[in-house]
Each structure stands twice: as C-alpha cells, then as structure tokens.
C-alpha cells in the first residue's frame, strides 16, 4: 500500500536527520538552508511485536514486516507559496504525500545557524502552516471561479463543489487548516478531489536536545508545541533527532544496552512510525504459515476480499471466505488447531470488515 508520511518543517529543525535515523538511507544533512532539495523516500519497517509472537507460534522460514514510506521533503521558509526559497517545488512535493510529520525545533544550540535568527516553536509552526494555507487558498480560489460559472447553469454536482469550497475557503480565509472544517461524507468526497495541503492530517515532532529528552519535564518549547497541537487537534511526539540517528548504527545487544543506558524502553523512531501508520487509519492483519509470517497494511474499514487483494489481485477476484482468528487467542491458545477446537476460528463472507490483529487463511478459487 503505497501511502506516505512527508516529514517537513524549517530549514535545520532536523528534518534530515530524522530520515537518515528513520530509513538509514544517507540523506544529506547540513548545517545550511535547502540542503535537501530533491525529496528523499525511505520505506521502514512496522515494528509490532505480534508479528514476534506469531513467529514463536508458528515457526516460519521467514518474517515478513509491513512497510511505511517516508518523505523527506526539504525546508521550507516564509513566502514558499509565492517560490521563495524552492517553495513552488517544496508545496508540489507535500501535495504528493499523504499525511505530515512537521517536525518543529525545541533546542537551542548556538552552532546550528536558525533560519530566523532565533528558536521560537510558534512562530515556527505557524511560518509553515501559513505557507500551506496561502497555497490552498491559491488552489481553491481557482476552482470557486470555474465551478462558478458551472453552478449557475443550475449543475448539480457544481452547486455541490461550490458549496464544499466556499466553506473550505472561510476556514482558510480566517488562517485555519483545510481539516479543521467539518463535511459530512458527500462533501468529505468532493473535497478530497481538490488535493489540499492543509486537509492531510498531521503530526508535530517536537526535536528536543538529549538533555530534554531525558528529563521528566517536558521544555517550554515542547509545551509550546503541544499548546499549539492541541487548538488542532493534532497529535505530537516529542523525539531526538541526533540519539535516534545514534540508535539506528547499532545491532541487537548493542542497541539494547544505548537504550538501557538512557533509560528508554524503545527508539523513539518506534513512536513515530506506529504514530505516523495510525495518523492514517491503517490497520495490520497477518498471514502466519510455515512458508512466512507476514505482515499487511490495510485502511480500517477494509472488507475481507479487498483486505485479501493486498496479497494479490487473484486472491480478491476468487474470494471465497476467510478463515479468521484474532491475535489474542492464537496467542492464548498457542495454535491454530488449539483455537478452532475451543471455537474461536471464524469462517467469515465477503462483508466481514478486517479487525487489527486478525491473523487470516484466505480461501480463493480463480
């Protein structure tokens, strides 16, 4: 399932370092403005520990995560929307992605040059959110004049449109997200045809220097950030950008004895990306034989022959029923065999919709 997180902010918030921790993948990263300039993509695996259990269980040849890709978008500054900077090709890049991680400052450091001079999260935060409302309001002020002249004809589905923008257009109009204007789910359908930066939902990565991190009080910065997140109604995980990019050069024990040492229980990179796989309604089943367990990523809504054409189309066009245990009792019964005697094996149609954690035998005839 090819969905994506764009990772954006200012210039050195540390949006590449991140990635580089994130996906390993050596994006560059340097101490000045637009060091990337063509978008960087990683796909990094899912870390669930279901998937750990059900190897145990099952014994498999091989495991098989679920993947997530990232976006390393580079930095945008104030008049973006007018191509200041690489604005224009900045804007073009995030309107490909399917949600934002926007990663905000919450460090001083005098030998990292910010771009305006000082550390200010709000300010932050709204430079890039104003950057991306102006884009919309560009983007919906041209279709209000088009879909205008459609709608005085009386066309009913341009009467519609026209109705979804102008309110779109008030919201953006009073310096407010696309997102935060509430559609039913006709009009949720129209407006997702207009591509509006502001309408992906979001996520605040508050980048906190280590001493931060390891202090049970969050900074003012962060509180700032949460301040902000919370008028929006958008998440925020605090995260340090440079120990996660230390984390991610170590191996098994190694890796382990950094967090102990740290007092962290896992990577915040963990948090992210189980955060950033949520942020978009995805949900995981598996596939557990002995050939592999596996991993797949699904939207939550998905029914059982659409949750099967993820594996492969053939599996969706001959659907014939699924065979389905939860998680949680394949784990309590230690078996599949065990979990079908105790009658917690379901055999389900083509309406079922596939829960979080089903682990599923898809029967097909093609």
Same mark, same amino acid.
């Given at each position: 399932m090819a969905l994506t997180t764009g990772i954006v902010g200012l210039p050195n918030v540390g949006k590449s370092t991140l990635f580089n921790a994130i996906t390993q993948a050596g994006a560059e990263a340097a101490n000045y403005p637009f060091a990337t300039i063509d978008p960087n993509v990683g796909i990094v695996d899912v870390p669930d520990e279901r998937l750990h259990v059900l190897t145990d269980l099952v014994n498999p040849k091989k $495991?098989? #995560?679920?993947?997530? +890709?990232? $976006?390393?978008i580079a930095g945008i500054v104030k008049g973006a929307n007018r191509g200041e900077g690489l604005g224009n090709q900045f804007l073009s890049n995030i309107r490909e992605v399917d949600a934002i991680s926007h990663v905000v400052r919450c460090f001083d450091d005098g030998d990292i040059t910010h771009v305006s001079g000082s550390v200010d999260p709000v300010r932050d935060i709204e430079v890039i959110n104003l950057e991306l409302i102006l884009?919309?309001?560009? $983007?919906?002020?041209?279709?209000?004049?088009?879909? @205008?002249?459609?709608? /005085?004809?009386?066309? /009913?589905?341009?009467?519609?449109?026209?109705?979804?923008? +102008?309110? !779109?257009?008030?919201?953006?109009?009073? +310096?407010?997200?696309?997102?935060?204007?509430s559609l039913n789910q006709d009009e949720e359908k129209i407006a997702k045809g207009f591509q509006l930066l502001t309408k992906k939902p979001?996520?605040?990565?508050?980048?906190?220097?280590e001493e931060s991190l390891l202090e049970e009080e969050e900074n003012d910065y962060v509180k700032q950030v949460r301040a902000v997140a919370a008028e929006e109604g958008a998440e925020v995980i605090t995260?340090?950008?440079? !120990?996660e990019a230390e984390i991610a050069e170590l191996d098994? +024990?190694?890796?382990?004895?950094?967090?102990?040492?740290? @007092?962290?229980?896992? #990577? @915040?990179?963990?948090?992210?990306?189980?955060t950033s796989y949520e942020l978009l309604g995805l949900n995981t089943y598996f596939t557990a034989g002995e050939p592999e367990v596996r991993a797949w990523t699904i939207k939550e809504g998905t029914k059982a022959p659409q949750a099967a054409g993820v594996i492969h189309s053939d599996f969706e066009r001959g659907f014939i029923r699924a065979e389905v245990v939860s998680f949680t009792d394949l784990q309590y019964y230690g078996s599949t065999a065990r979990a079908k005697e105790a009658g917690k094996v379901r055999l389900e149609g083509k309406d079922y919709i596939v829960q979080d954690g089903d682990v599923?035998?898809?029967?097909?005839n093609v």
């Open positions: $495991t098989i #995560p679920t993947g997530f +890709e990232f $976006t390393d884009a919309d309001l560009e $983007t919906v002020s041209k279709r209000l004049d088009k879909v @205008g002249k459609q709608a /005085k004809s009386k066309d /009913k589905e341009a009467i519609a449109e026209q109705a979804v923008l +102008e309110k !779109i257009m008030t919201a953006l109009e009073a +310096e407010k997200p696309a997102r935060s204007v979001i996520l605040y990565v508050a980048n906190v220097n995260i340090c950008a440079d !120990i098994g +024990e190694d890796r382990q004895s950094f967090l102990d040492d740290l @007092g962290l229980t896992e #990577p @915040g990179l963990n948090r992210l990306i189980r599923i035998h898809f029967r097909f």
